[in-house]
């Protein structure tokens, strides 16, 4: 095997040498991926069902049989959704699973109302019964839409889904490609394995898996013409699982994070990071020959890595003989720009999980110690506070005014890393262990690494309770929640 990296460490890491066994098998056939992959770009109609239920999928490819799965219309990712900037969404959810559920458009700068948060901005919708989604689009960008409740489980089974929102100019490339990442834990069988919430994915790293698929699938190939130029739109959706593109013989430009335009740049040490529930859109000229495959690896855990797909370059002419010159900047997002020389800060502190020795924490109230948490299932907490899904009680974590310049600065006080998302803003990455940042990225999520600190500013411009939380959705359900309010 190509793979030697893959066997160590996690147990759960078995199946992804497996997935690199099947990589080997198929790889004479010819790819039925790219069916998959057209069909996951194809443009939806402006007024939207998405019906949450069953669904199956071949995860592993169509020789290794379908996996039962959670999806939207039957689908896993569920259907691509495509909106122009400055344009509505409407979406009638309807619910055909066993348990209630929301849909969260994460990313989206959208009304407090329409957030998808049970308890906090909606009932949550429950089996049987549907809800009716309906905002205006601001910002164009790579976004995606997911279940904000049981949401371990019900993401973990399939739940998720691509939302696009076009520029009204957008830049000149010959194709579109997107592939939306996940990692599954599945059993010999394909199913998927049914230990959700277990308390050492709850209290580690969250639920790793042992495949990784594209769009639900293990496609072999993105098949290429030479001289083309690819806008690649990533996006993770996996409970747990970070990723960290390696495009051997390429060089990537990064030009928008997050879904929010990025000055293009190439990835820091070639490799394209996405935490759980982060996107990247990349622009990629193919400057390979006819014929010619380069591998791209996930090389994001340094003893884990391993080859997701290969590039594959058609015979015959190439489509141009040097790279398209045409530029690559998107046009900026209205989003407000934060003063930080007015800005309030706020400190944000990350306690718990495995190492962290954390010794209690308040829960709907009232102080309990670190056993009497861990026996309602909670590990973490955020300023002294554990939080979780189903909690009901809302006291702020942090109470801004509205329009205010605010810094927060996260600081990792446990073993782990934590993505830490806040809903409906986007936010500056400004400065990590102290130092400026070298693009001063948007994002709606900021990786926030062991023991260190990150400060993010915006201008609190979104009236409403807002959700705050880590994206490794274990941690999410275990306590590593609070409610940012801006009022
Ligand atoms: Cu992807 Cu609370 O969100
Ligand atoms: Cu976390």
């Known amino acids: 095997m190509t793979d030697p990296g893959v066997r160590h460490t996690f147990a759960n890491m078995e199946l992804l040498t497996r997935r690199a066994v099947l990589a080997a098998g198929l790889a004479a056939a010819a790819s039925p991926a790219l069916s998959r992959l057209a069909r996951g770009t194809a443009p939806e109609s ?46 009638t959810v309807r619910n055909a699973l066993a348990e209630p559920t929301t849909v969260h458009w994460h990313g989206i700068r959208l009304p407090n109302a329409m957030d998808g948060v049970p308890h906090l901005t909606q009932d949550p919708i429950a089996p049987g019964e549907s809800f009716v989604y309906d905002f205006a689009l601001p910002d164009a960008g790579t976004y995606w839409y997911h279940p904000h409740m049981n949401s371990s489980e019900q993401v973990g089974r399939g739940l998720a889904g691509a939302l696009i929102v076009e520029e009204r100019e957008p830049p ?19 199913a998927i394995t049914n230990d959700f919430g277990h308390p050492r994915d709850l209290s580690h790293n969250g639920r790793l898996g042992n495949i990784a698929t594209i769009n639900g699938g293990s496609p072999e190939t993105l098949d290429v013409r030479a001289g083309e130029r690819i806008r690649l739109r990533l996006v993770n959706v996996a ?17 928008a994070l997050d879904g929010q335009p990025a000055a ?40 884990q890595t391993y080859k997701l797909i290969e590039i594959a370059y058609a015979d015959g002419q190439p489509l141009r003989e040097s790279p398209l010159d045409a530029p690559v900047r998107l046009p900026a997002n209205p989003i407000p720009e934060p003063d930080l020389s007015a800005a309030e800060r706020h400190e944000v502190l990350l306690e718990g999980g495995a ?25 973490w907490a955020i300023n002294g506070v554990s939080f979780g899904e189903s909690d009901t009680t809302i006291d702020p974590l942090l109470t801004l005014k509205r329009d205010r310049p605010v810094i927060l600065a996260m600081r990792n006080e446990t073993a782990w890393e934590h993505p830490m998302h806040l809903h409906g803003h986007s936010f500056r990455v400004i400065r990590r262990k102290g130092q400026e940042t070298a693009h001063r990225e948007w994002r709606d999520t900021v990786l926030v690494p062991p023991r260190e600190t990150v400060e993010v500013a915006f201008v609190a411009d979104n009236p409403g309770d807002w959700m705050f939380h880590c994206h490794v959705l274990e941690h999410q359900i275990a306590g590593m929640m609070g409610v940012v309010r801006v009022a």
């Open 46 to 91: 402006p007024d939207i069902t998405l019906t949450a239920g069953a669904a199956r999928a071949a995860l592993s490819g169509p020789a290794y049989g379908e996996t039962a799965c959670w999806g939207y219309n039957g689908q896993v990712p569920g259907p691509t959704l495509r909106v122009r900037q400055g344009d509505r969404l409407r979406a």
């Open 239 to 255: 409970n747990a699982r970070a990723f960290g593109l390696t495009f051997a013989g390429h060089a990537p430009q990064i030009i």
């Open 172 to 190: 000149q490339v010959d194709r579109e490609v997107l592939w939306v990442l996940d990692d599954w834990r599945l059993d010999e069988g394909e």
């Open 264 to 303: 293009p740049h190439a990835p820091a040490d070639g490799k394209v990071v996405l935490a759980p529930s982060q996107r990247a859109d990349l622009i990629i000229d193919m400057g390979g020959k006819p014929g010619e495959r380069f591998q791209v690896r996930d090389e994001y855990y340094a003893r």
């Open 355 to 379: 190492m962290g020795g954390m010794r209690g924490a308040m829960m709907g109230g009232r102080r309990m110690g670190m056993r009497a948490l861990v026996d309602k299932g909670r590990f």
